[in-house]
């Protein structure tokens, strides 16, 4: 075996595995793992057994949170492949299960969010409107068909590694058609910006509906907090998966020589650090929908703005 590059590196056939970004994501996603898998659990038993009535927003929060739990599960065994760099040793199979799950359930999870900011701006806006618009059957078929979709994306996870049948690596060293994949490229990004466009708008005219009905003499009222739990839900959205997005891009152009060979290690571990950045989201989603939905618990009554912000079970016109 022979170093490359110091004593943090090592050079192993065409890869160099860099042991600062490994003690990154063992900082990283041990924390998210632990945390995201209580907070999820304890959401989703506020779901089932504290929150009595069903609504549209419920149905997209529990297939957000089945969708983030998934995903964690995969984290413990992406530790472990990049511990192993090249030397996968538990199976061609279960190594592309694995990052089916990994990649199907975040893509799945954006699609979700996405879902869930649209669905809570046609409440807001177009109260008359989401009378038809809106149901718990049309959310859970929704939920269906996103879930039906990005699962469709097993094709091509289960091609990673190209047509070989003998993994060596786990969730690195994807092959050459892969990332000369530019179908596969164009769709990853184009869900990521689109989600990312119609989310700032819906949540900018949510605010913007919020506000108007606040109440000047008591400026942190309930309407208020309501703001901030979209703006924080945006904002996570975008610090997340923003950072991966452009390091994924950017990788792309060196691997299709459009950027110069040089640049391909840095861009390598900023694709696995920021990659690990962006399963923060899976942890955020569950601590932040827990403490929502223990706060709608105890402030239903009183808070009809927060309450509707999360749950949609009371609507207002901000319509002109």
Request: proline share 2%.
């Amino acid at each position: 075996m022979e170093l490359a590059g110091g004593k943090d590196q090592v050079f192993l056939g065409i890869c160099i595995f860099n042991a600062a970004v490994e003690l990154f994501q063992l900082i990283v996603y041990t924390p998210t793992f632990i945390l995201g898998l209580l907070f999820n659990i304890m959401a989703l038993s506020f779901l089932f057994f504290k929150v009595k009535k069903l609504s549209e927003s419920t149905v997209y929060m529990i297939a957000l949170i089945f969708l983030d739990t998934l995903l964690l599960f995969t984290l413990p065994f992406k530790i472990i492949s990049y511990h192993l760099q090249d030397n996968w040793n538990l199976g061609s199979v279960f190594c592309s299960t694995l990052e089916s799950l990994y990649f199907v359930n975040m893509y799945g999870s954006i699609l979700i969010s996405l879902c869930i900011c649209v669905d809570r701006y046609i409440a807001i806006q177009y109260p008359f409107v989401a009378l038809t618009l809106r149901s718990i059957k049309k959310a859970a078929m929704v939920c269906a068909l996103v879930c039906l979709g990005t699962s469709v994306g097993t094709a091509s996870t289960f091609q990673l590694h190209g047509k070989s049948h003998n993994i060596s690596s786990c969730f690195h060293n994807f092959s050459k058609s892969t990332w000369e994949n530019a179908g596969l490229f164009s769709t990853l990004e184009f869900i990521f910006l689109g989600s990312l466009a119609a989310m700032t708008f819906c949540t900018a005219r949510t605010v913007r509906c919020l506000r108007r009905h606040r109440n000047p003499d008591r400026p942190q009222t309930h309407s208020t907090r309501a703001e901030r739990i979209v703006v924080t839900n945006l904002v996570a959205f975008l610090v997340c998966f923003t950072p991966y997005h452009v390091a994924y891009f950017m990788y792309f152009l060196v691997k299709n020589n459009i950027i110069h060979i040089s640049f391909q290690q840095v861009l390598r571990d900023a694709v696995q650090v920021t990659l690990c950045w962006a399963n923060l989201n899976c942890c955020l989603d569950g601590v932040c929908y827990y403490f929502v939905l223990k706060d709608f618990r105890l402030n239903s009554v009183a808070s009809p703005a927060l309450v509707f912000v999360t749950l949609s079970s009371h609507t207002y016109s901000c319509q002109v």
